[in-house]
């Protein structure tokens, strides 16, 4: 959810204290007037005792104070602002003016870190807004911080955008300069781009976003536009899987030249410009070809696959990291080389009941990720079983250094049978793609 969603204009004030803790609890006050169920000394304690293991000044004008409680609910936030400053902390030259107040639910670990990042992302300033500052009462606060999430949820910067623009316009030149057969874009989140119109390329023009993001204009000046949900995923390596993408598209042929272009890790702009030949620079993507196009594994199956796994080594389960192991195609013989570990959870159901591409089955196959062993699909997306043991006996290339027993049994199945195997590591958030028993593809987390 964006941040604006957690923003209550009820829950803002001009803060009347001297001190942090004072500020503090000022404002777990003012949560608890909206909140009677809450006790205000529970609540304050567990920020003192937070606040004082690590001060929570993120900024030497911004400080957000913050715990997480037993059946708290969603995150609740509340903000003061405080213009001749507080001394904060250690640090002599911290004199906060605006004091964050965020309480989440202890089991929900996601929820309360996406927030936090949002707050951190949002008031990443070196100065305090102006706007902020001359807030005259709660409700103009309310609107001045409103606004700056929404500015930050648009990613629309002026410096950023220009320099986007610059570079796509270079991009275009090298497209007509070396015959490219297409330009592709990828960006995080579409809006921003719309200076695409007045820059027409030579040569057919594709965007790959995330569907995250809501795409408010339905004329984005771009020939084609694909969606590809890895949350988090490097973009050199969203790269990859685009252009996986685009060859089971038909988007692409042997012979195509292709411009892309997209931003370096936690860049808000498109800063960067490769030039590929699909024949010489796309041949693990191109070794797929053959089973995605004639339709042997569906391309919608392997995305969903792919979007599970990035899902699930974004979030974790219950707060911790997760590893599992998803097997599919060629299973008449996949079946003869494994065996259960439990009892198959999807024995029994019909298929269409058990398919893959059914959204709301996203859950559970989420929790049976829990279980040891592999999730074995058909190509068309039929869940065969979860907690399947591999014990294929045919070995392919050596596993890099630090690679333990899931990826062997998802590298072992693949050399075997015909079979693709995605690989998500527990300590690394990795997905690794195998086909004829060698790594096709990984796909590793920003940090």
């Not at 037993?70 to 400053?85: A, E, K, N, S, Y």
């Not at 690989?423 to 086909?435: A, F, I």
Request: with cysteine; charged share 20%.
């Amino acid at each position: 959810m964006p941040l604006a969603h957690y923003l209550n204009a009820i829950r803002f004030c001009l803060l009347k204290s001297e001190t942090a803790e004072a500020a503090i609890g000022e404002l777990v006050d003012l949560l608890c007037e909206t909140r009677p169920n809450l006790n205000a000394s529970t609540v304050l304690e567990a920020v003192l005792v937070r606040e004082h293991d690590v001060g929570t000044n993120i900024s030497s004008w911004l400080a957000v104070p913050h715990a997480r409680l037993p059946d708290f609910g969603h995150p609740q936030i509340t903000v003061g602002l405080c213009r001749q400053g507080l001394a904060w902390g250690a640090s002599s030259e911290c004199s906060v003016q605006l004091v964050v107040l965020l309480i989440g639910d202890e089991a929900d670990r996601h929820d309360f870190l996406s927030v936090l990042a949002m707050l951190a992302r949002t008031l990443q300033h070196r100065t305090i807004p102006p706007s902020l500052l001359s807030a005259e009462n709660g409700e103009e606060l309310y609107r001045a911080l409103l606004q700056c999430a929404s500015s930050d949820e648009d990613g629309v910067d002026s410096d950023g955008q220009a320099a986007s623009e610059a570079v796509y316009e270079s991009a275009c030149s090298m497209a007509e300069k070396t015959g490219a057969g297409c330009l592709l874009v990828i960006a995080d989140q579409p809006s921003g781009l719309d200076f695409a119109a007045n820059h027409p390329a030579p040569c057919q023009t594709l965007l790959v976003t995330n569907p995250r993001h809501q795409i408010n204009s339905p004329d984005l000046p771009f020939d084609h536009l694909f969606e590809i949900p890895l949350h988090g995923i490097l973009p050199r390596h969203a790269l990859d899987f685009a252009l996986l993408l685009l060859i089971s598209r038909n988007r692409l042929t042997l012979d195509d030249t292709i411009v892309c272009l997209y931003g370096s890790s936690g860049a808000a702009r498109l800063d960067t410009i490769r030039l590929l030949n699909a024949g010489e620079d796309l041949r693990v993507p191109l070794t797929l070809r053959e089973e995605l196009v004639s339709g042997i594994i569906d391309f919608q199956v392997l995305l969903r696959i792919f979007t599970l796994a990035s899902e699930l080594a974004h979030e974790g389960r219950e707060g911790k990291p997760i590893g599992t192991l998803f097997v599919v195609g060629d299973y008449e013989q996949v079946q003869h080389q494994c065996h259960q570990m439990v009892i198959n959870p999807f024995k029994g159901y019909s298929d269409h009941e058990k398919n893959i591409l059914d959204p709301s089955l996203a859950e559970t196959i989420k929790e049976f990720a829990h279980i040891d062993g592999a999730f074995v699909i058909r190509g068309d997306g039929v869940i065969m079983s979860a907690g399947s043991f591999i014990r294929a006996e045919v070995m392919g290339e050596q596993l890099q250094g630090g690679l333990g027993a899931r990826h062997t049994a998802g590298q072992a199945i693949t050399a075997c049978t015909n079979a693709l195997s995605l690989v998500l590591s527990e300590s690394t958030g990795t997905l690794t793609l195998y086909k004829n028993g060698s790594s096709m593809l990984s796909l590793k987390r920003g940090s």
